[in-house]
């Protein structure tokens, strides 16, 4: 077990960023492409943001963000600001996995009639220029979201908190993982 839960949170974000590259290539591609490999990401993406990342964030919301405003003697500016980017990224990463469960569904039942109709079903089905207006907006959001974390809020947490006290977010972070 870790004791330095900034490490970890730090850790994560390079790690979801790494496993959100795909991702990013496909929502950076022209808008008119819908071929498997570019769906495949997308649906990456969207499972990675609707598991992993919202994992991610109720550690920091139930564990490290009210250490810190224990720290501090209440609620402050930093982490107001962080749980409500947490509140527009889920809803955010939920609306696009809806977008793209409604694709999938025309998708699933045309696969065996051929790709070229598939292709033209799942054009049909779902806009995925609109997919990747979307998905690109979710990345900006997160790219601003942990930069603000790991330029401000967390060099700040190193001042406020002890060892022993990121010892117990530390091990209260392993006990919600437990759950």
Known sequence: MSTDPIARLLSEHQDLMA????????????PEAADDATLAALREGAR???????????????????????????AFGPTTVMRSEHASIHAGADEFHATLQELNEVQHPAIVEGGAKLRRLVEDAADPAALRTLGAQLLALIDDHFAKEEQILFPMSRNLLDESQLAVVAREMEELDAR
């Open 19 to 30: 496993r959100l590259e795909p991702f990013r290539r496909a929502v950076s591609t022209a």
């Open 48 to 74: 990675i943001m609707t598991t992993d990342l919202i994992a991610h964030a109720k550690r920091e919301d139930d564990v490290f963000f009210p250490a810190l405003e224990a720290a501090v003697g209440g």
